[in-house]
């Protein structure tokens, strides 16, 4: 009986310890990426603030006043210190733009004089989980 505990205790903790993995689930998401060529700055929340530097920013600020439409900003700096940013008042923007959490993917595009043509918040449960 002895024996069949001993064994039963072993095989318990070998399917816990190989099934965390299992229950950790998938987890992805980028640093700071922009493409000047595209016009196009990414990058994933969690990972910009778990990042080796203090350089990299990613996000965007809704602004809303009693004179003017509601406008969206977004931002991103990469870890060499590239910046872009991106406006418009569009109310798709400012609708998608609401939906960002600490844990989105953001994605977003703009044409020469600085206006957003796409914007992209992704909460996904691969994104990281949020890290110092």
């Known amino acids: 009986?002895?024996?069949?505990?001993?064994?039963?205790?072993?095989?318990v903790v070998t399917m816990m310890l190989g099934g965390a993995t299992a229950w950790a689930g998938a987890r992805w998401g980028t640093e700071v990426t922009i493409d000047m060529v595209n016009r196009k700055a990414e990058g994933t929340m969690a990972n910009v603030r778990a990042s080796g530097d203090v350089v990299q920013t990613i996000g965007c600020v809704i602004r809303a006043?009693?004179?003017?439409?509601?406008?969206?900003?977004?931002?991103?700096?990469?870890?060499?210190?590239?910046?872009?940013?991106?406006?418009?008042?569009?109310?798709?923007?400012v609708q998608a733009a609401s939906a960002m959490t600490s844990y989105s993917n953001v994605?977003?595009?703009?044409?020469?004089?600085?206006?957003?043509?796409?914007?992209?918040?992704?909460?996904?449960?691969?994104?990281?989980?949020?890290?110092?």
């Open 65 to 93: 006043d009693l004179s003017a439409p509601a406008s969206v900003t977004c931002y991103a700096t990469d870890g060499t210190g590239l910046a872009v940013q991106c406006t418009t008042s569009q109310a798709s923007f």
């Open 1 to 11: 009986m002895k024996k069949y505990s001993t064994a039963m205790t072993a095989l």
């Open 107 to 132: 994605a977003f595009k703009w044409d020469a004089p600085g206006t957003c043509t796409y914007l992209s918040v992704g909460n996904l449960s691969t994104n990281a989980p949020v890290a110092p």
